[in-house]
């Protein structure tokens, strides 16, 4: 199998290296310095938590867990979050936003963290786009 086809094939997998891919990323650690914070991203039926502790992710724990307590939690189906970590993802696909408008996504909970922290959010969840390309090369 091709490194293209495994990363299609386990999602799981490529949540898992959330944390590798955040906290090797300089700027991307400074730009969340200050934040600290728990959500869950939800990929087809499987949940993640995420412990997020001065911009680097502390945990990941693979769920369902019950009782876990998290912030705001970003759901989508399985296909949904395979075409957002594409390189080059298609139109609707490129955004958490437009993939909630189109109901891809739900995007529940307090919004006031992953709101003042949008943009380190954003890069964190587009961090896997990077293993895509090195599947190319």
């Not at 386990?10 to 898992?16: D, I, N, P, Q, R």
């Not at 502390?58 to 369902?64: D, E, M, Q, S, W």
């Not at 998290?70 to 395979?82: C, N, P, Q, V």
Request: charge should be positive; hydrophobic fraction near 45%.
């Amino acid at each position: 199998m091709s490194k293209d086809g495994a990363f299609a094939s386990s999602l799981a997998g490529v949540v898992e290296r959330l944390p590798e891919l955040v906290n090797g990323d300089v700027p991307l650690v400074r730009r969340g310095e200050f934040l600290t914070a728990d959500f869950m991203i939800e990929v087809g039926s499987r949940a993640h938590y995420v412990a997020i502790v001065n911009g680097r992710i502390a945990t990941l724990v693979p769920g369902p867990l019950l009782m876990r307590s998290w912030s705001f939690a970003i759901r989508g189906s399985e296909d949904a979050w395979r075409q957002f970590w594409r390189p080059l993802p298609p139109p609707h696909f490129h955004d958490i936003f437009a993939l909630a408008k189109r109901g891809e996504f739900r995007i529940e909970g307090d919004f006031r963290p992953l709101m003042t922290n949008l943009l380190y959010f954003k890069a964190l969840l587009a961090a896997p786009r990077a293993l895509k390309r090195e599947a190319h090369q």
